[in-house]
């Protein structure tokens, strides 16, 4: 190695281990992660915070299909916002946080009959 070699392996060196330093990986933010260093919501230790994930995850999944159907429901057991059904499910018992999926299911079941009914009526004329 000439004198140059080295020092300017030295450098590359740094440069890369301050920017690993200063952005952690992309896999570590996201809009389930809440920032770096959280464990993967399947493997929370605690039983609730695993039961709001996926409560957050089957509602928007709901209020995404509610909208997309177009059946008009609106409210806070509506929203497509995932931060907004996470943190509700956080601050209730998971006895209730079933019955809200419940109650959503139901809603989204009458909207596809009235949807059946509608489409019918059209096509008998």
């Known amino acids: 190695m000439n004198q140059y070699t080295r020092p300017a392996l ?5 440069l890369a ?9 992309r896999h570590l933010h996201g809009p389930y992660s809440h ?3 959280r464990l993967a919501p399947a493997q929370h230790p605690h039983p609730h915070v695993r039961l709001a994930h996926w409560y957050a995850n089957e ?3 709901q209020a995404q299909s509610a909208r997309r159907m ?3 429901f609106s409210g806070s057991r509506w929203t ?3 931060h907004a059904h996470y943190d509700w499910a956080l601050r209730n018992p998971s006895s209730r946080i079933h019955r809200e999926i419940d109650n959503r299911d139901q809603g989204l079941h009458q909207c596809r009959q009235r949807m059946l009914r509608q489409h019918r009526r059209h096509w008998r004329g």
């Open 59 to 61: 509602a928007t999944r």
């Open 10 to 14: 030295v450098l590359i060196l740094l």
């Open 17 to 25: 281990t301050t920017t690993a330093l200063a952005h952690p990986p």
């Open 80 to 82: 497509t916002s995932w």
């Open 35 to 37: 920032g770096p260093a």
């Open 70 to 72: 177009g059946c008009g």
